[in-house]
Every structure is written in structure tokens, then in C-alpha cells.
């Protein structure tokens, strides 16, 4: 009972959360801003998703993904087609910048490093990270890592909260997750950290025996849907992440891939 309370004050307070982003003006229009503007009148909405579990992945001849839900909702929402494109995460900005894709829905947590170039929409999700051990690891806690060598993928904001966070840790940068769990298993990292959305698919289909991920919520830290800067669209996008909190479609969504986890208390301080 105490959970499901939870997990609605969340949804109450992410309702709050997208009312108050409403009422920041966008950016200026960019170069690439006019561009994605010139076709927000198409009737489909490129979507670009890190082929993942539980982002996007196939599961018994269908589609699946919290982010693909989400985001088949919102153009659902929007009246246009969702058109969905799997790559790898590292893909995805080229592919917006470039306007292969009108949209990311990936998990993407938003940085102000980011919001230097792109729009974020209002935020759908938390970011929860989380650190992944071999088995009979004597990393027990977070407080365990200090003195560890801690594998991040290059270039994820993982990395650069970590370095940011920790100052007793020796990061060690691998080029995708598959590099860093095979660091371990050469014993050249003690754990990888990660975004906690991923620690099941990764325990999953690692070659080595992984404990259960030590996962926690990052403060402050909002994931939303990133779109060009300047595209029109983006005002569209937060109206229907609205609707759908109100007509219960987000807590549906979220409840049905992240049970146990209730959003983080940055909704619930923000929302109020």
C-alpha cells in the first residue's frame, strides 16, 4: 500500500513538474531549430530509441520498451504516426543533429551540457543509476566503491557523475557496456555503473555472473524526450505528457516496467 501511494504522489507531483516547465519560453530558433520547424507539419514523427531492454526490444513477436510506450503515446497524442528507428545510443544525437530523427526517447537524463544544444521536453521518468558487480564482489553499498576501479561507457552522463561525485574512484572508460563487463571479467574493473533502467538486460546477457545491481535515485536529474532546439513541436509534446498523467496513461506505462521503483523525491520537491 505504501508503494502504490508512492507511485501516485509521483505521478502527481511529475503533473506539477510538467505545469511548471510550461511556463519557460523556448530558445531562440537555431539553424537546425528553423529546419525541424519546417517539417513539424509532417504526419510522422521519427523517433530515435537505443534498441535495449527495457528502452525497446521485442518481446514475443511484439514491440515493447517504456520509452517506445511513452513515446507511441505522445504521438499518438500529437495525431501523427510514430515512426520508430533502433540504434545504439551513441548514434542517436548524430542522427538528431543530422534530421534522421525528429526525437530521442532513450532514457536521456537532462544536463545543462545538453540543454546547450537541444530542447528537452518536460520530463517523463527519473534517472536512477545504479552499480553492477561480479559475483562475490565485496561491493556491497555505493560507499563500497571508494578505491575501485569503476567502469563507465564513454561519454554517458554516468561517467560524468561519477567523476563529479566520487573522487576516490578510478574511472575506466570502455567504448559500450559489453567492453566494460568484459573489464571485469578480466578483472581491470571492480564494477560498472550504469543507468539502473538497464541492470536486468545487462545481468541477463552478460558472460559472467553479475550480483544484483546496487541501484539510487539521482537527484535533480530528469529524463524527458530531447528534440532539436527550437522545434515548434516541443509545446505539443508537453501538453500531451500532461494529458496523459492526468488521464492515468503515464502511471499505466510506468508501473507496467518499473513496479518497484516510485519516481524519485526530485517530483515530488519540484511538483509541489
Same mark, same amino acid.
Given at each position: 500500500?505504501?508503494?502504490?501511494?508512492?507511485?501516485?504522489?509521483?505521478?502527481?507531483?511529475?503533473?506539477?513538474?510538467?505545469?511548471?516547465?510550461?511556463?519557460?519560453?523556448?530558445?531562440?530558433?537555431?539553424?537546425?531549430?528553423?529546419?525541424?520547424?519546417?517539417?513539424?507539419?509532417?504526419?510522422?514523427?521519427?523517433?530515435?530509441?537505443?534498441?535495449?531492454?527495457?528502452?525497446?526490444?521485442? $518481446?514475443?513477436?511484439?514491440? &515493447?520498451?517504456? @520509452?517506445? *510506450?511513452?513515446?507511441?503515446?505522445?504521438?499518438? /497524442?500529437?495525431?501523427? +504516426?510514430?515512426?520508430?528507428?533502433?540504434?545504439?545510443?551513441?548514434?542517436?544525437?548524430?542522427?538528431?543533429?543530422?534530421?534522421?530523427?525528429?526525437?530521442?526517447?532513450?532514457?536521456?537524463?537532462?544536463?545543462?551540457?545538453?540543454?546547450?544544444?537541444?530542447?528537452?521536453?518536460?520530463?517523463?521518468?527519473?534517472?536512477?543509476?545504479?552499480?553492477?558487480?561480479?559475483?562475490?564482489?565485496?561491493?556491497?553499498?555505493?560507499?563500497?566503491?571508494?578505491?575501485?576501479?569503476?567502469?563507465?561507457?564513454?561519454?554517458?552522463?554516468?561517467? $560524468?557523475?561519477?567523476?563529479? &561525485?566520487?573522487? @576516490?574512484? *578510478?574511472?575506466?572508460?570502455?567504448?559500450?557496456? /559489453?567492453?566494460?563487463? +568484459?573489464?571485469?571479467?578480466?578483472?581491470?574493473?571492480?564494477?560498472?555503473?550504469?543507468?539502473?533502467?538497464?541492470?536486468?538486460?545487462?545481468?541477463?546477457?552478460?558472460?559472467?555472473?553479475?550480483?544484483?545491481?546496487?541501484?539510487?535515485?539521482?537527484?535533480?536529474?530528469?529524463?524527458?524526450?530531447?528534440?532539436?532546439?527550437?522545434?515548434?513541436?516541443?509545446?505539443?509534446?508537453?501538453?500531451?505528457?500532461?494529458?496523459?498523467?492526468?488521464?492515468?496513461?503515464?502511471?499505466?506505462?510506468?508501473?507496467?516496467?518499473?513496479?518497484?521503483?516510485?519516481?524519485?523525491?526530485?517530483?515530488? @520537491?519540484?511538483?509541489?
Amino acid at each position: 500500500m505504501n508503494q502504490i501511494k508512492l507511485v501516485v504522489a509521483g505521478a502527481v507531483a511529475l503533473l506539477g513538474t510538467i505545469a511548471f516547465s510550461g511556463h519557460f519560453s523556448d530558445p531562440a530558433p537555431s539553424a537546425s531549430g528553423q529546419a525541424s520547424a519546417a517539417v513539424s507539419s509532417s504526419n510522422t514523427l521519427r523517433i530515435g530509441v537505443d534498441s535495449t531492454e527495457p528502452v525497446y526490444f521485442e $518481446s514475443g513477436g511484439a514491440t &515493447k520498451g517504456f @520509452d517506445y *510506450e511513452m513515446a507511441h503515446s505522445v504521438a499518438e /497524442g500529437m495525431g501523427v +504516426e510514430p515512426e520508430f528507428v533502433a540504434m545504439d545510443f551513441n548514434e542517436l544525437f548524430p542522427a538528431l543533429r543530422a534530421g534522421e530523427i525528429d526525437m530521442i526517447g532513450a532514457q536521456v537524463t537532462s544536463t545543462s551540457e545538453l540543454e546547450r544544444e537541444f530542447d528537452f521536453s518536460a520530463p517523463y521518468f527519473s534517472t536512477y543509476v545504479a552499480f553492477l558487480t561480479p559475483e562475490g564482489s565485496t561491493i556491497r553499498t555505493r560507499g563500497d566503491v571508494n578505491g575501485k576501479r569503476i567502469a563507465v561507457v564513454d561519454g554517458s552522463v554516468q561517467g $560524468s557523475y561519477l567523476e563529479e &561525485k566520487y573522487h @576516490d574512484v *578510478e574511472i575506466v572508460r570502455a567504448p559500450d557496456v /559489453g567492453a566494460a563487463i +568484459e573489464l571485469i571479467g578480466r578483472g581491470e574493473a571492480d564494477a560498472l555503473f550504469h543507468g539502473a533502467p538497464y541492470a536486468q538486460s545487462i545481468i541477463k546477457s552478460a558472460p559472467i555472473a553479475l550480483e544484483e545491481p546496487i541501484v539510487y535515485p539521482v537527484k535533480d536529474a530528469p529524463i524527458g524526450f530531447v528534440i532539436r532546439s527550437g522545434d515548434q513541436r516541443k509545446e505539443e509534446i508537453d501538453e500531451v505528457l500532461k494529458d496523459m498523467v492526468l488521464d492515468g496513461e503515464w502511471l499505466r506505462i510506468k508501473t507496467s516496467y518499473f513496479e518497484a521503483d516510485p519516481l524519485s523525491d526530485v517530483f515530488r @520537491d519540484k511538483g509541489s
